[in-house]
């Protein structure tokens, strides 16, 4: 086990937070069957001295980074009123100083979306994202309603108020086994849905997941021969779409870190914060929000109501956390030849899979990490070998 960082070095988040990851409810109004979220009968909904307590301490302390996202997300975000997101908005902006740009993001699941959403859109700093699977008869198997119908032509609909009134949206597809049979399918119904980006998660073992259909053997090989075929069917479509997972291994390449990368995002204390309806809050992965550790318990990190966003230098659980945290990055750092990639991994995976941060390989680093990364490299050197430049995966990203 590693020693517990000098005192205070884990905590310089001054001019470090990127993401800012707001639960406004636990609810959701569908009933997916890879869902991970605990809570989500929970129809309570943030209060507004709660929002406002987090925006003023989050701003006084000068954590934000000059670019800072603001995520409504852990629950449907639609589901709370448009007039909620106003009065929030307006209180994270009051607090704000000028140099700092504030985005705000919704990640929905599209069935809610309608002309007054669009509207509401239109008149903010926002970006949205759907969450679709691919056509309705793979999107349906596992995106239902509480009474167990398919959701696909409601979520087509909300679609359709978006491209109606000319907002750009990204999408996520979440990839269980069946989606691996039908890569040609899946991208070209995203090709043609005109979405700007299509970003595949894969059926994840986290919080209350337990299970995936992409754990046991053979599903690797039929992974990398589904990414293969996507990247090629992607880079040589006339869609205007880009795909997350080949823009990040490019990006990791680009990066002037590369080769001496120190963790991620998810992995380093203070660039993610991420905040419950009730106030509890944590850093490090988003989905570690609600989530238990088995000898440790809540891993909630206090309360916005009467704690400090930063822990202080005594804060036992923190120290516990950041020090498991540290040690599994160590390990991946010295026993795999993809941590300039992925940067150690990301804590709510191994937790999920493993039971603890110490470990390294996961099922979802197996696949969303090496495997991936494989095969654009592999697309890339192929690419490389073309005659026409502009067939090349380089000049298309």
């Given amino acids: 086990m590693l020693s517990p960082p000098p005192r205070g070095s884990a905590r310089n988040w001054r001019g470090r937070l990127q993401l ?38 989050v701003f006084a302390a000068d954590l934000p ?36 740009d504030v985005t705000h993001h919704f990640q929905t699941n599209g069935v809610l979306i309608d002309d007054r959403w669009c509207d509401f859109i239109q008149a903010h ?8 699977d691919g056509p309705g008869w793979l999107h349906d198997r596992h995106r239902r309603t509480r009474n167990g119908g398919g959701t696909h032509a409601r979520v087509m609909k909300g679609i359709d108020r978006l491209k109606a009134h000319s ?23 995203f090709s043609d849905l005109g979405c700007s980006e299509l970003c595949f998660n894969i059926e994840e073992v986290e919080a209350d997941h337990h299970t995936s259909s992409l754990q046991g053997l053979g599903i690797e090989p039929a992974f990398r021969s589904f990414f293969d075929r996507a990247i090629d069917r992607s880079c040589n479509t006339s869609a205007a779409m880009r795909v997350r997972e080949i823009d990040g291994v490019l990006g990791a390449m680009r990066d002037p870190s590369f080769g001496n990368a120190r963790g991620n995002s998810q992995n380093e204390p203070g660039r993610i914060l991420s905040v419950a309806w009730d106030g509890s ?3 490090y992965s988003p989905e570690l929000l609600g989530q238990r550790h088995p000898q440790w318990g809540t891993l909630s990190l206090g309360n916005v109501l009467h704690d400090d966003l930063v822990p202080a230098a005594d804060h036992l659980l923190f120290e516990r956390i950041d020090c ?3 040690e599994g990055i160590e390990r991946c750092r010295a026993e795999c030849k993809y941590f300039d990639f992925c940067g150690g991994g990301a804590p ?10 110490a470990c ?9 990490q090496k495997a991936v990364t494989d095969c654009v490299l592999s697309a890339l050197e192929r690419d490389l070998a073309v005659v026409d430049p502009s067939q090349r995966l380089l000049a298309a990203r």
């Fill in 20 to 57: 800012l990851v707001v639960q406004p409810t636990p609810f959701c109004n569908l009933d997916c069957s890879y869902c991970y979220l605990p809570d989500r009968d929970n129809k309570k909904v943030m209060a507004s001295v709660t929002l406002e307590t987090l925006a003023r301490k």
């Fill in 65 to 100: 980074a000059r670019h800072l996202s603001v995520v409504w997300h852990a629950g449907e975000p639609l589901v709370v009123s448009t007039t909620w997101y106003e009065q929030a908005f307006a209180t994270i902006a009051r607090h704000c100083p000028l140099e700092i």
């Fill in 125 to 132: 700093p926002v970006r949205i994202g759907v969450s679709i």
């Fill in 167 to 189: 907002i750009p949206f990204h999408v996520i597809c979440v990839l269980t086994r069946e989606s691996l049979e039908h890569p040609d399918a899946i991208v070209d119904f």
């Fill in 281 to 283: 809050f944590n850093t």
């Fill in 324 to 326: 498991e945290i540290r």
């Fill in 348 to 357: 709510a995976n191994k937790l999920g899979e493993r039971g603890h941060f």
């Fill in 360 to 368: 390294t390989e996961t099922m979802y680093c197996r696949l969303t």
